[in-house]
């Protein structure tokens, strides 16, 4: 069972609303991850944190942000929602050793503007 | 340019049948390579890591290779359950910082039918 939690899992919203995807997780990790999932297509980095305090971007450019004030804790906000970020956003943890280390992801919210 | 290639893009087996999935990918400098499975609905899951020095490795009824000198990776499904249906994404990670930029292939999509 996941120990990396993700809601709501479905959201359906108009175009224009701020929307915020949490993410929580219990391991203690220091990494987290957000990433963008389209059927058929391979998953892409759009945000990532090494710890609290600590987000950069990742290779698909994003209109969306984040925040890390605490370890468990990496939202992901919207400001103003479009049809074109109708999509699967998966958030994902792992601990800091390294490429080594497995992703655990949560189940994700899949998420479609209207 | 760093790719990760998985074929088929889908593949329909029967139950108790064996299947291969393969990988292809040109990630230089190659850290390791790992194999997720994500049921519908759920986040990836890893089943297997295989690094530069193994060729071979087991988990149960899944059973990963690696050629290291082909840039190829096979993921072997002996004996195939109805739960085995999901989609098998190959994730490659280099080792050209200490990032450990991650490669995601675009995932073959198994069914088992009964």
């Known amino acids: 069972e996941a120990d990396i939690y993700q809601t709501p899992r479905y959201l359906v919203i108009g175009t224009g609303k701020k929307i915020t995807l949490e993410c929580s997780q219990t391991?203690?990790?220091?990494?987290m991850y957000w990433y963008q999932q389209d059927p058929g297509m391979e998953l892409h980095l759009i945000h990532y944190?090494?710890?609290?305090?600590?987000?950069e971007k990742g290779d698909l450019s994003s209109e969306s942000t984040v925040s890390r004030i605490r370890t468990e804790h990496f939202p992901l906000t919207l400001e103003s929602a479009r049809p074109s970020h109708t999509s699967q956003y998966l958030c994902a943890s792992s601990e800091p050793t390294g490429s080594s280390s497995p992703l655990h992801f949560g189940n994700g919210t899949r998420l479609t503007v209207t | 340019k760093n790719q990760v290639e998985q074929s088929p893009q889908s593949l329909i087996i029967l139950e108790g049948k064996n299947c291969t999935l393969q990988c292809n990918y040109t990630v230089s400098p190659f850290s390791n390579l790992r194999w997720y499975k994500q049921d519908t609905g759920r986040g990836p899951v890893s089943l297997t890591i295989?690094?530069?020095?193994?060729n071979t490795k087991s988990n149960g009824r899944y059973t990963a290779t690696l050629d290291a000198d082909t840039k190829q990776s096979s993921l072997h499904i002996t004996a195939s359950q109805l739960s085995d249906s999901a989609s098998y994404i190959c994730?490659?990670?280099?080792?050209?910082?200490?990032?450990?930029?991650?490669?995601f292939g675009r995932g073959t999509q198994l069914t088992v039918w009964p």
């Open positions: 944190s090494y710890g609290v305090n600590s987000t």
């Open positions: 295989m690094t530069f020095s193994e």
């Open positions: 391991m203690g990790h220091d990494k």
């Open positions: 994730v490659v990670s280099d080792r050209g910082s200490t990032l450990g930029r991650l490669y």
